[in-house]
Nanobody, 117 residues
Framework: QVQLVESGGGLVQTGGSLRLSCAASGMSFSLYTIGWYRQTLGKQRELVAIINDVGSYADSVKGRFTISRDNAKNTVYLQMNSLKPEDTAVYYC?????????????WGQGTQVTVSS
């Protein structure tokens, strides 16, 4: 059974840092593109960062967030620095693999990040 388990969320002041982790099990982790998404109430889930071999970022987090992966540990990290109140959201880990026969997508349960002003 595939599982993605996020951890590392919490409450932090403006300008602070958090590191989120997404631990995967039950899958060939290195074959998947891993992304971090976030969502606030009443808004659509938005992509924050994504990684295969290198990371790509939403404009809103460029220069502040860093995504990395450790395939030996089946884990992806999101280092979040210089946090702002607008970064407050539930952060979700996503694993995606697209092959000719179809696309497989998995989601974690989410972890809350709250940035106080």
């Amino acid at each position: 059974q595939v599982q993605l388990v996020e951890s590392g969320g919490g409450l932090v002041q403006t300008g602070g840092s958090l590191r989120l982790s997404c631990a995967a099990s039950g899958m060939s982790f290195s074959l998947y593109t891993i992304g971090w998404y976030r969502q606030t109430l009443g808004k659509q889930r938005e992509l924050v960062a994504i990684i295969n071999d290198v990371g790509s970022y939403a404009d809103s987090v460029k220069g502040r967030f860093t995504i990395s992966r450790d395939n030996a540990k089946n884990t992806v990290y999101l280092q979040m620095n210089s946090l702002k109140p607008e970064d407050t959201a539930v952060y979700y880990c996503n694993a995606l693999r697209a092959v000719s026969s179809g696309t497989t997508v998995y989601w974690g349960q989410g972890t809350q990040v709250t940035v106080s002003s």
